[in-house]
């Protein structure tokens, strides 16, 4: 039996692109005599079943595409109860989950990652909403200006963050929530409710940039912005310069629960690596080392940053 299952969607992004992008990475794989057998998703839900069912039967499961197949590789892997080794090879838009385990968007690296075959374990997030909706990730959930922008991505063919940004901003109200933590409690009108695992969305948006997979606890960025500023704030998060700020809370805790204060509004919506979960309430619950990955022995993602700006995304002071 091979050693590996490459998992990927044959229509991410275009179709013609995510065939190169496979193509390229098995003779990447090859080269580098890794032992692998080749799966396709054939529908929704697809990538998930296989991603559970292979962990089961003794590989190491490796998805294959966006942050969306990343995150529904690692889902079903982690829901095998198989304890299978599970990594990724970054070939979306974003790439912002692989870029939490120090994985860079490079393809011939992340192949050459596996390899290497060195992992360790990372905290994970887990989300339920109180419609029974559950997801385990290791990015960022997020609820409410950010979560609508995530919700029109994935329902375009073509995916631009930025632009479907100014779209949102267009017909965008504040509403108020309320966000209950181990120690605080925010109850106030907001933009947008970032609950990191990792520090970035939306192809490198730095909105948690403190945010850390080995400390046991979420990084919350509570934004109550004018909306306009607002997107002029998401230009620094490519930088990691949004923070400190002071139209933006921030907080840190263990366990998070997000519900909206005036029951009669329409809820915000609830996302997790860029996969909508459904419509407020949700609870979140930060687990430490709670799975083991196929990584880099150093973050050569964090390396990158530095060598680019100077200094980690996460180094800044209050």
Known sequence: MEDYAIIYNPIAGTV???QEDIEYACQCLDNLNVSYKLFKSEYAGHILELANQLAKDGYRVIGAG??????????????????????????GSGNDIPAVIGVIPDIKRACEIIAEGNSSKSDIGYAKTDEGVERYFLGIGSQGFDSEVARRVNE????????MVFKTVISWKNKEIIVKMDNNTYEDYANLVAVGNGGSYGGGM??????RTNDGLFDISIAKIGKLKLVLQFKRMYSASLLPHPNV???RSKKVRIEMKNPKDEPYLSQVDGEIL?????????????????????????????????????????
């Open 156 to 163: 375009e063919e073509v995916k631009n963050y930025n632009m």
């Open 16 to 18: 013609k692109k995510a």
């Open 206 to 211: 730095y909105i948690c940039q403190g945010a």
């Open 249 to 251: 809370k921030e907080y």
């Open 66 to 91: 966006g942050d969306g197949t990343c995150n529904e590789v690692l889902h079903g892997v982690i829901t095998s109860n198989s304890n299978a080794l599970c990594g990724f090879i970054p070939m």
């Open 278 to 318: 459904g419509p407020l309430p949700v609870t979140y619950e930060t687990i430490k080392d709670g799975y083991e990955f196929i990584r880099p022995e150093i973050d050569e993602v964090a390396e990158a940053f530095k060598e680019k700006y100077g200094r980690y995304f996460y180094e800044y002071s209050h």
